[in-house]
Each structure stands twice: as C-alpha cells, then as structure tokens.
C-alpha cells in the first residue's frame, strides 16, 4: 500500500495515494478532473490544457493536472468561477473546427469531446467563418482510419508511436489550426499493436476499419473476458450484441487494464480475433456426414467410447482449468489415456518481447500444473496403440493434414469435440459442437503462472453445450462446479486459500514452487 | 405569477352518493339525452361516416413513415442510428454502410421499419439528426394478408411521398 | 284431450321457447344500436343484404352465422371437458326455462275451457323462477372452474359470492310484494294488478312496493350479471372471466344465456311490479265487453303512429353525407312500403272484427293478442332500462358491490318487510 496524503478539493479534505498525479490520484476517490491528452500510460504531455486546476494560495496558481504530483496540504480548486471558464473556452477551442459528424462518427456514445460538452460546456456554437477542411478518411494502415477534422491535436496516437511500439510512423504537421496528424512521408503505420490508437484517440479522429459502421458504441454490451489468443492472456472487454432476429456476435475486443498481465493495450491479431468466435463456427453435430442432434451425437460417441479398446482423450492447451479437471475425470472412468500435445500451436520467432507470445495457446501452463503430458512422443506411442481418439477441442491440422499419422487416423475412430468446423473435425466420425472461450466461464494460467478467472460474456441462441457438460454426458464423474472448484483447490494450494469470489481482478499469481510442486 | 389554485369538491362522500340511487338517476338522465336525440335525428351524431367520408389529415398527424431525400434523390440519412436507439417498440432495423457519393460517410444499406411493431410514436422523427425521417405520408390505414409485406424497406420508405407542402410540414399545422 | 287443446300447448310451449330466443337477436341490436346512440356513435349500420340493413339488424345474422361456422375450440389444458361443455347448456337452458311460468297473457277462455297463458301452468309460479335462476349461476362456477384458468376461477368465484349476497336482498324484496299479493302464482299476481287503487290508479306492484321494486331491479341486475354488476366477466381485470377460454357455439351460448336472462327478468320485473300483461284501465273483463270500441280506436290510432314511423324511417334512414342516387333513400322508401302495407292488413283484420265478430271465441283471442302485444312492449321497455343503465353506469367495484349487497339492500330489504307487514295488517 502505497504512502497516503491528505489535501483539499474545493475546500474538502480527502486522502490520495502520494506519487500520483492530480487526475489519476483523484480519479481513484472518484473525482474526475477532464483531460484529453494525458494517459497513464503515455505519461503527461500537457498540450490540451482541458486539465487546468486551481491551486489556492499557489505559485502559480493555475496548474496542469497532469502534471502536478499530490503533496501534503495542497488546496486545490475544481469549481470555481475561473476553472469553469477555462474549461468552457478549452472546449469551444477545441469545437471551433470540430466538425458535427456526430451522426456518422464511430466515436459518438464514447467520445470524450461529447462528454466533455455535456459535462463542462453546452454552449452554442459562436463560430461564423467557415471551418478549416482537412482530409477526413485517410487510410493510416494496420486498418486505422484517420479524419483530420475530428482530430484535437492531443498527440497521443503520435506519443503511443513513440514510446510504445517505438516505431514513431506519426507526427504532428503544420501549426495552430492547420495542425494535423500525419504519416512521415513515404511511410504507414506498420506495428503489431497499431489499433491501440484508435482507443487512445478521445474522440474519433482515429478509427478501426475492421469496427467502421458495424455498430453504435451504445449498442454493445461490454463484458469482461481473457483472450485466448496466445499464452499472455490479455484482459479484454468483449464488446458483443444480439441484434433483433439475430444471433449474438461479437463486434470487438478492446483491451482491459491489468498491470499484472497487458498493462493498457493488446496485439491486433488479438484484438482481431474475436472474427474466429463469429465465424467457422461448428454449428451442428455431425455422425459420418449426416447432421443429426447434440443428444443423438453424444448418445452414438458415448456408445463408441464404451465399446472402445484403448481410449485417446486428447486435451486442448486452450481449455479452461475446469474444462481440464473436467475431462480427466472423464479419462478416470473410461480408463483413457489423456494427452496434451497440440500440433502447430507454437510458432517459434514469433514473440515480440512486449505482449506477443510464441505459445498461442492460452492454458499451456494449467496442462503442466494438472499433469497431462504434452510431448509429441507420447502422444505418438499412445495414438499407435489407440482405436478411438476423442478430441476435445484439439485441432491435429493446424498446420494441415499430417503425412505420419494421415494412415493411422483413417484407421481409427475420431470423435471430435470441436468449437470450429475445422479439417480435423470434417474428418472426424462424429464431430460435437462447443462453446468457445466467450461462451463459458473458466480460469486459465498464462505464461507467468498467473491464474485468471473469466466469466461467460455471450449467450448463442442456440448455445452449444459446454465441454464440462460434454464430459458429463459421456460419462464424466465430475461435473458439478461445486465440485469442480473443490478439486481446483485440491490442485492448486494458493487458490484453496482464498474464498472463490475473492480472486482478485488482477489474477492470482502462483509461485513457481506450487507449480513445480504439483507438476513433480 | 402565482399558479392558480382550484380547489374541487370531493365527490362521492355525502349520504345521498353514497346510497347511489340519486346520483344514478341522474346520470341516466344525462345519458338518455343523447341516446334520445341521435334516436330522433341520426344525423348529429358526432362520428364521421368512415371510409365514405375520410378525415383530413394535418400535417401533425402521425402516419406511415418515409425516408426524405436531397434534391438530388439521394438519400438523406447517414445512419446515425438514432431513431433505432429511441424506438421504444425496437421496430427499426437499420444496417450502415460505406457511403460514396461524397455527402456524408456513412448511409444505411438496409433500412428497415415493421409497421407491425412500430407504435406511431413519433420518437424517430425527433431524434433524427438529419431530418431524414418523417412521418408525413397522410397514409393512417395499413393492413395487409402477409407478415412480410408490413416490414418496409429502404425502397418503399424512399419512394413514399409525402403528403404535404414543405412550408406545411414545416409550419406543423394550424 | 281435443285438437284445440294440442294446439294451444304446442303454442304456449312454442311461445315461451322462441320468443325469449328469437328477442336475443333484437336485444343484441337493441344493445349495439342503444349503446351507440348513447355514446353519439352510430352503432353496426353496414351488414346488408341486397342493400337492406334493416338498422343493423343483419350485423346480428352475419355474427350469428360467424360464430356457428367457427372453430369450437377446447384448450388442450382442459381436464373435465364434461363439465366445459356442460356449463354453457347450463347457463342458457337456466335461463330459457325460467321464462315458462310467465304469464303472457291473462287466462283464455275457449269454448267454455281455461287455458293458462304460460308455456308452463304452474301454480307455484314465482317459485319456480328462484329455484331455475339461482341454478344458473353454478353454470358461471362451472365455467369458471372447468375452464382451469385463474381468470375463469376469479370469475367463477366472483359470480358466486355475487349470487350470494344478491339472492337474500331479492328474496326479501319478494316476500314483502307477497305479502302483499298473497300469492305466488304468477297470474294470480298479474290479475291482481288490474285492480285500481282509490278508484283511479291501476293497483300496480311498483306503487304498493316503492322500495321493494328498487331493491328487486338492483338484485335482478346482479342476477343477471349485467352492468354495474358484471364483475363475473370484469374484462379490465380478469380478460373475460368465466368465459375467457370458451370459444364459438359455446361462447355463443353463454352470450345467448345473458341476453335471455335479461328478457326473461325483465318479464319478471314487469309481471311482479308492472301490471304484466295488464292494460293500464282496462281489465281482460272490461276488454272482452268493450271489443268492439277498442277495435275502433285501434283503427284510429295505428295510422298516426305508423306516420309517425314512417317519417322518423324516412328522415333517418339516409347518409349523411354527399352521395349520389342515395341508395339508403331506396332502401327507407321500400321500408315505409312495408310498413304501410302491414298497418293495411292490420287495418283490414280489425275492421272485419268491429264488422262480422258477435262475441265469443274471437274476442277472447283478440284481447289475448291485445295483451301478449302489451306484455311484449312493456318488456322490451324494461329491456331497453338494462341497456340503458349498462352504457350509463361504470362497473362497481368488488367491495362496493358488496357492501351494497349487505349494508344497503339487505337492511332496506327488512325494513321493507317490517313496514309492508305491518301495513297489511293495519288494514285487514
């Protein structure tokens, strides 16, 4: 716990974290100082002057909010006559060449111009000289797109080139109201994290062409979600909506503040992967070719696996901890032989040091903790032996069809539980919908051996069953989540000491001896 | 300005309400007034004689909604989405898309109103930003056989005209 | 047992079956057309037949033939189908039934034999109508109950618990007018209203039994469960309550069950505070000696209220509005045509009594036509009071309508009793 000091806000004493600055100290007990330019994580730049305060008694006495640390006693001033009429002609600066695209605009719904004019202006507009035009639509690349009009010159986007992705494509042009946002000549945004920007930017001078016009931002549901995209686990918002008569999809995954985990950003092939939650979904069971009911599918694969010599479970990397717990269970009873190889889920090189993981699975590490082995021989030595292989949620052809075992696996049965309809799951005898990882709750552990929990963000209309519900069906002794949570905590000695509805939102970190503890 | 104060006797609490009779009686006798006068002459009866004899429409009246167009005939809205965000009955089914003829960003490729869900409310009119919305056909009778054909799209809505001069509509009746 | 004998049962029986079923088609135009004009509407006027609209009267056809044709529908949830059908033939067949002790006319004397003017001559007249009335009600629990809805069941019970309280208040209304008549047979009663009070006012039952007949129409009205007492169906709050799932033929039964229920108490009304079937003046006696005087005046009379008609036809039977050829102008001339040739025949049958009867058969029968006509009009007056009082007054709440029932009627109903008795005794 950090030092704590006392101040005053228009006269009222509070108590904030010391080594904070004014905007994020107060934003903590609830007082919004509004500001356009400064971000944690893009430090303060202090070029918007929207976040002036009062300082009373002050040398000076007019101050940055971003700029200014808390200190012992410091009488800061939010309401008075003065402030309001700095904020007030802050905003009409900014509205000055601000163009109504309101209707048109993306933003609009999270726009910290329209909160801002709600909030601290609601003036009409005195401007009676034409606006300045600049360019609006401009493909910055990386699927950006950048309206000059709309922009409030707050260099964040610039700032995030700098000193994030540190690869610095933009600049700031021209001076006073010919200012603009601009690429450097001859180049475009060329980053792996590029569409941050467009949730820097405060209003919407920067957009996502993968989001543009799909949906008004108060449409969307926002729900807390881990992505699954690699081994990182980035906290997400999953931002998702069932349109009338439709199904409900997934418009966009906007990063969620973990300093534990991803700080403020996420990757864009995460970010773009909610496309794999819509679409390619397996939408059917399927015996052989013909469609039929998950009941019926489930009904013929648990008569399969009954009459089985030699049982293969192969487990996803992807799945959660309880799905896991879930299916080795199921092993217990079946007597099967449970492997946790996946083929081609590794891309070596490709980790960039920063957020990007080689491992693009999301659980690697909960398959470690519960035991299951994940070599490519034992896999191999068991697949030779086995009649019948379920897989749940395993795809074998990530990288395409597999030349060793193409003889072996058109020899054997193949039952494959699956969330996408994938060249595995074609293949299969029978093939059973699943619900993917925004579709169920669970609890995965990512790369540093911290252990997030998640909560089911979208409800299909018609939902395929969950894997632990699978597993149940087909013979699984272990599926109430009561119980599921008690050998959780059988597992993992840190969980079990700590109430379930207390695992913090920052995820639990599990030392490195407890995982060697139960992995030995 | 001090607000006017009327204060109305409470009815029903004397002995003679309360035993019902008195008050019965008189309402009968109010009640047989009319029935005695339209039985004697059936023509000052207040009804209008519909469908011989249509009403007149004011240009307030609520019908049936249309799209509004530029001079050009190109479509005004910009699929804001702000009538399908105040439709209380939900019954405006909107999807946007890129806009190329240079006059806005954004148009809608599918407009959409169920006439058999929408309440004639009036909301989309005033929520919409570009005028491009209105409820001005004059047309208050729609019925039809089939489900389908009461879903309006973007076509009908456009080449519905409407049923006013400019300076009326704009004037909003008398 | 002679042929006139067959013959005058099949038409006492025929008359008190059809009358009451064939007055539901006309009580229900009564009742759209009223409650139109009552609300300055125009009630149903398109429904025609080659043009003709008789005032609406097809609309009642075009339903009648609606809900014949249409699908009679049992909900599958419906456990006691027996009792589901069984409680709508309950309800209307109660209220047909009732009506077969009503004298229609006073006693008619044939060829020196009697023959009692009801479809059944009982003695214990009044009796009979409780009894039969008070059975109707189980067809509203029934309804209720069997249609396994809580709709239904709140109608049911709120039907029941309606009959209760309403039954004593009219029961005690009638033991005062009894006490009064000294007797419960029904043409015994209508006689006696034929006498004259002081010499100069028909001796009818709402003058002996001013409180009595206020307290007998309010309990006829929650018998019936017609409006301000209709909580039975209370469709604001309970959909339609007991008759919420029927549908069709079954529902038009229920429907058919009300308006017979309403002819035949207010038959009942009229028969017990109303003279019957009695001319205000002029007794069966003083008709039978004086035929050939009230055939004159008739023969006078029926043109100048046929004029009268026809001009009322003529004026508004037209649409108001601008209309080429007015086809409705047609249709009115043809209506005065008919009109006019019916009052011809009228006309032509009353002269060939004033100028060939003697006496005898035909005079009887004429003074029985006489008084089924007055009983018919004096009916269909207290009909028209039903609807009247339906498009006036707004349905009462429950515990109004109860305290009513035993704080209001109930007390008056033994003070009616208390003061008539004593009355009666003071003066024998």
Redesign the interface.
């Known amino acids: 716990m950090a030092e704590m000091v006392k101040l005053f806000v228009n006269g009222q004493e509070v108590e904030v974290e010391s080594g904070k600055n004014l905007i994020d100290a107060f934003e903590v007990i609830g007082i919004e100082i509004p500001h356009f330019c400064y971000h944690p994580a893009l430090g303060s730049d202090g070029n918007c002057r929207m976040c002036l305060v009062g300082i009373e008694d002050g040398r000076p006495p007019l101050v940055p909010a971003c700029k200014t640390p808390v200190s012992e006693g410091l009488k800061v001033q939010l309401d008075t006559e003065k402030i309001k009429k700095i904020q007030h002609d802050v905003m009409e600066l900014e509205l000055i060449n601000h163009p109504i ?4 605009c993306d933003q ?1 719904g999270e726009c910290k111009l329209q909160d801002y004019y709600m909030s601290y202006d609601h003036q009409a507009s005195r401007m009676r000289v034409p606006q300045v035009v600049k360019e ?2 401009m493909d910055l690349g990386c699927g950006v797109i950048h309206d000059q009009e709309r922009c409030v010159l707050c260099a964040r986007c610039v700032r995030f080139t700098r000193l994030i992705t540190k690869t610095g494509e933009l600049g700031i042009i021209n001076r006073s109201d010919d200012a603009r946002v601009a690429l450097f000549p001859g180049r475009s945004l060329d980053n792996r994290y590029a569409l941050n920007i467009v949730d820097l930017c405060p209003v919407g001078a920067m957009t996502s062409k993968d989001f ?3 949906q ?1 931002a ?2 969307l549901k926002r729900d807390k979600g881990i992505c699954h995209g690699c081994s990182m686990g980035c906290n997400i918002f999953i931002d998702h909506n069932r ?3 439709k199904d409900d999809l997934i418009y966009r995954f906007r990063p969620r503040l973990n300093p534990e985990v991803n700080g403020y950003f996420i990757c864009d092939e995460g970010r773009l992967g909610y496309h794999r939650e819509n679409e390619g979904r397996l939408i059917s069971a399927r015996i052989g070719t013909e469609e039929s009911s998950a009941d019926q599918a489930l009904q013929t694969a648990r008569r399969r696996m009954e009459g089985a010599d030699k049982l293969l479970i192969l487990l996803s990397p992807n799945c959660s901890l309880e799905q896991m717990l879930a299916i080795q269970a199921l092993a217990a009873t079946t007597g099967a032989t449970v492997s946790g190889f996946s083929d081609g889920s590794i891309k070596n090189g490709d980790a960039d040091g920063y957020l990007i993981q080689d491992d693009k699975s999301a659980n690697r590490a909960g398959l470690a903790l519960l035991g299951v082995n994940t070599s490519p021989e034992f896999f191999e030595s068991a697949l030779q032996r086995t009649d019948t292989l379920v897989s749940f949620n395993n795809d074998l052809f990530i990288t395409g069809p597999n030349q060793a075992w193409a003889k072996k696996l058109g020899e054997i049965q193949i039952i494959a539980i699956s969330t996408h309809d994938t060249l595995f799951s074609r293949q299969a005898g029978i093939a059973i919908p699943t619900a993917s990882y925004t579709e169920y709750a669970g609890s995965v552990i990512n790369k540093d051996g911290i252990l997030q929990t998640f909560g089911q963000a979208v409800c299909k209309n018609s939902a395929p069953l969950d894997m632990i519900r699978i597993a149940g069906l087909l013979g699984g002794t272990l599926t109430d989540p009561e119980a599921l949570m008690q050998a959780m905590k059988r597992k993992i000695p840190a969980f079990a000491a700590i109430e379930t509805d207390q695992i913090p939102e920052k995820g639990l970190k599990l030392s490195h001896n407890e995982a060697a503890h139960v992995t030995a | 300005m001090s607000a006017k104060v009327k204060i109305i006797e409470r009815k029903g609490v004397s002995y003679n309400e309360k035993l019902f009779l008195v008050e019965v009686f008189k309402g009968m006798r109010v009640t047989l007034g009319h029935f005695m006068r339209n039985f004697l002459d059936n023509s000052k009866l207040y009804v209008r004689h519909y469908p011989e004899v249509q009403p007149e429409i004011s240009p307030r009246w609520r019908g049936r909604h249309r799209l509004t167009t530029h001079e050009d005939g190109t479509v005004k809205c910009v699929a804001c989405f702000m009538c399908a965000t105040n439709c209380p009955s939900h019954c405006i089914m909107i999807e946007a898309g890129e806009r190329l003829d240079g006059k806005s960003e954004k148009m809608p490729i599918r407009f959409d109103i169920d006439l058999l869900e929408c309440i004639y409310c009036g909301y989309c009119v005033e929520a919409c930003p570009m005028d491009a919305i209105r409820m001005d056909t004059g047309i208050y009778s729609s019925t039809s056989s089939d489900r389908q054909s009461m879903l309006k799209g973007i076509d009908e809505l456009l080449t519905t005209p409407g049923a006013f001069t400019e300076e009326d509509y704009k004037k909003g009746g008398v | 047992m002679s042929q006139l004998d067959i013959l005058l049962i099949i038409l006492r029986v025929a008359f008190g079956a059809f009358v009451p079923l064939s007055s539901v088609a006309l009580l229900v135009w009564m009742e759209r057309r009223g409650a139109a004009f009552f609300q300055d509407r125009a009630g149903p006027n398109r429904c025609n037949i080659m043009g003709f609209r008789a005032g609406g009267l097809i609309q009642n056809l075009a339903d009648g033939i609606k809900l014949a044709f249409k699908e009679d529908i049992i909900p599958g949830h419906i456990t006691h189908k027996f009792y589901f059908i069984l409680a709508p033939v309950l309800v209307f067949m109660t209220a047909l039934i009732s009506f077969a002790v009503i004298p229609f006319a006073d006693t008619l004397v044939l060829g020196g034999n009697d023959y009692v003017m009801q479809a059944i001559p009982l003695d214990i007249g009044i009796l009979w109508f409780l009894a039969v009335v008070g059975f109707g009600v189980y067809g509203i629990i029934l309804a209720g109950w069997s249609s396994h809805n809580k709709y239904g069941i709140l109608g049911g019970l709120r039907a029941a618990a309606q009959v209760i309280s309403y039954e004593i208040p009219m029961g005690l209304a009638l033991v005062s007018l009894l006490v009064v008549y000294g007797t419960v047979n029904l043409n015994e009663i209508a006689r006696f209203q034929g006498q004259l009070l002081f010499g100069c006012i028909p001796m009818w039952g709402f003058l002996l039994q001013p409180l009595g007949v206020v307290i007998f129409i309010v309990s006829a009205f929650a018998e019936t469960n017609r409006t301000p007492f209709d909580l039975a169906e209370g469709e604001s709050e309970i959909v339609a309550g007991f008759h919420v799932e029927y549908s069709a033929m079954k529902f038009a039964l229920f429907f058919m069950g009300e308006y017979v229920a309403m002819f035949v108490s207010s038959a009942l009304i009229i028969t017990l505070y109303f003279g019957g079937y009695q001319i205000p003046w002029f007794t069966t006696e003083t008709l039978i000696s004086h035929a050939k005087p009230v055939a004159l005046v008739l023969i006078l009379l029926i043109p100048v209220g046929m004029y009268f008609i026809t001009g009322w036809i003529k004026k508004n039977n037209l649409s108001h509005y601008i209309r080429l050829n007015d086809p409705r102008a047609r249709e009115a001339k043809v209506y005065i045509w008919g009109f006019w040739i019916f009052t011809l025949v009228i006309e032509a049958i009353l002269l060939a009594l004033l100028l060939f009867s003697s006496g005898g058969n035909t005079t009887h029968i004429f003074v029985a036509l006489l008084q089924i006509a007055t009983f018919l009009l004096k009916t269909y007056a207290m009909c028209f009071v039903y609807v009247w009082v339906r498009w006036t007054l707004p349905r009462f709440r429950y515990d109004q309508l109860q305290r009513l029932g035993w704080q209001t009627l109930l007390p008056l109903a033994l003070l009616n009793i208390f003061i008539t008795s004593a009355v009666v005794v003071a003066l024998s």
Do not use: L
């Open positions: 695209d309101c209707p048109v609009a609006k639509k543009r016009f799909k008004r108060w449409f349109e009338k008569y």
